[in-house]
């Protein structure tokens, strides 16, 4: 799918708009917060949940496709895009709750539920803490938090830093003053490093991220899901392995190895594909690939 034209509108309503498959730009109030969603196609629901330090969007290349099969629901999580940023609730057992009500409020009883990144977090939560809503779970590039994060190194290795925006991003109120009216430069920087070819994440959508995290409160927000991880790795050691289908897929150049050895504890029926010339960002470096394997995973 070719880049949008750096001119084209930002703002989700025409961004829904612009893809084929009659998607729409909603809201709803549900568990306390106010999710914004975008939606179209129709069959089975699937919802995509997106990470940080993106929006719904970073799905804009596989919409389409697999809104030909399936009803498609983009969530923005609490914190992210469109939706509310409170205070509270980072933790992603009650992020999950969110996306419980949304499918309560869509009059919706069960779906499948393609996370990536924190949302990759968000969906095995929901199907730890929701079985009966829930139908396949494919999780992108990332698993839950557990407890070998805790063990994670913050000093480069070989010249390479090591996820150090996940203590950067736990720094209470100094992120907000450095990034706020700047965020194009921490987005360009992660693009760098993360994607094996980072202009498959074109101007275009990095207007659209940017857009999304410049204000202190939306950095805040954003952050706030790494400052629960603890929390998450927790609730994760009284989660007993669940029994829903889950896929992973995982950058051949991003966290291929890491799902291997992750998943078989997380579930009963597990299985991990690596998706070839790809770094951490597969919706937008391999869409084709992630549809492919999604559309075989769910049926």
Same mark, same amino acid.
């Given at each position: 799918?070719?880049?949008?034209?750096?001119?084209?509108?930002?703002?989700?309503?025409?961004?829904?708009?612009?893809?084929?498959?009659?998607?729409?730009?909603?809201?709803?109030?549900?568990?306390?917060?106010?999710?914004?969603?975008?939606?179209?196609?129709?069959?089975?629901?699937?919802?995509?949940?997106?990470?940080?330090?993106?929006?719904?969007?970073?799905?804009?290349?596989?919409?389409?496709?697999?809104?030909?099969?399936?009803?498609?629901?983009?969530?923005?999580?609490?914190?992210?895009?469109?939706?509310?940023?409170?205070?509270?609730?980072?933790?992603?057992?009650?992020?999950?709750?969110?996306?419980?009500?949304?499918?309560?409020?869509?009059?919706?009883?069960?779906?499948?539920?393609?996370?990536?990144?924190?949302?990759?977090?968000?969906?095995?939560?929901?199907?730890?803490?929701?079985?009966?809503?829930?139908?396949?779970?494919?999780?992108?590039?990332?698993?839950?938090?557990?407890?070998?994060?805790?063990?994670?190194?913050?000093?480069?290795?070989?010249?390479?830093?090591?996820?150090?925006?996940?203590?950067?991003?736990?720094?209470?109120?100094?992120?907000?003053?450095?990034? =706020?009216? $700047?965020?194009?430069?921490?987005?360009?920087?992660? !693009? @760098? +490093?993360?994607?094996? *070819?980072? #202009? %498959?994440?074109?101007?275009?959508?990095?207007?659209?991220?940017?857009?999304?995290?410049?204000?202190?409160? =939306?950095? $805040?927000?954003?952050?706030?899901?790494?400052?629960? !991880? @603890? +929390?998450?790795?927790? *609730?994760? #050691? %009284?989660?007993?392995?669940?029994?829903?289908?889950?896929?992973?897929?995982?950058?051949?150049?991003?966290?291929?190895?890491?799902?291997?050895?992750?998943?078989?504890?997380?579930?009963?029926?597990?299985?991990?594909?690596?998706?070839?010339?790809?770094?951490?960002?597969?919706?937008?470096?391999?869409?084709?690939?992630?549809?492919?394997?999604?559309?075989?995973?769910?049926?």
């Amino acid at each position: 799918m070719p880049e949008t034209r750096l001119d084209a509108p930002l703002d989700d309503a025409s961004l829904a708009a612009s893809l084929e498959g009659g998607f729409t730009s909603r809201h709803a109030e549900v568990n306390g917060t106010r999710l914004h969603y975008v939606e179209g196609g129709s069959g089975e629901p699937l919802l995509l949940l997106g990470g940080w330090p993106q929006t719904w969007w970073q799905f804009h290349k596989v919409m389409p496709a697999l809104a030909r099969r399936y009803r498609v629901i983009a969530v923005d999580l609490r914190g992210m895009g469109g939706s509310a940023k409170p205070e509270g609730g980072y933790d992603k057992k009650t992020m999950a709750a969110d996306i419980r009500a949304l499918l309560t409020h869509l009059g919706l009883e069960r779906a499948h539920i393609a996370g990536h990144d924190i949302g990759a977090m968000v969906a095995y939560a929901f199907a730890a803490n929701h079985p009966e809503a829930t139908g396949r779970v494919a999780l992108l590039d990332v698993s839950h938090p557990e407890e070998s994060w805790n063990g994670m190194p913050l000093l480069p290795r070989d010249g390479i830093f090591h996820l150090w925006w996940f203590a950067f991003n736990q720094v209470q109120g100094l992120p907000e003053q450095l990034l =706020a009216g $700047r965020y194009h430069l921490l987005l360009d920087w992660l !693009f @760098g +490093q993360a994607a094996t *070819d980072p #202009a %498959t994440i074109g101007a275009h959508s990095r207007a659209v991220y940017a857009r999304a995290y410049d204000s202190p409160d =939306a950095i $805040r927000a954003g952050n706030a899901c790494y400052r629960a !991880f @603890g +929390q998450d790795i927790a *609730d994760l #050691a %009284t989660y007993a392995p669940v029994a829903t289908p889950l896929l992973a897929l995982g950058g051949a150049y991003s966290n291929y190895e890491s799902l291997v050895e992750a998943l078989p504890a997380l579930g009963t029926d597990t299985r991990v594909v690596r998706v070839d010339d790809s770094g951490h960002y597969l919706p937008e470096e391999q869409p084709e690939a992630v549809v492919t394997e999604l559309t075989k995973f769910l049926g």
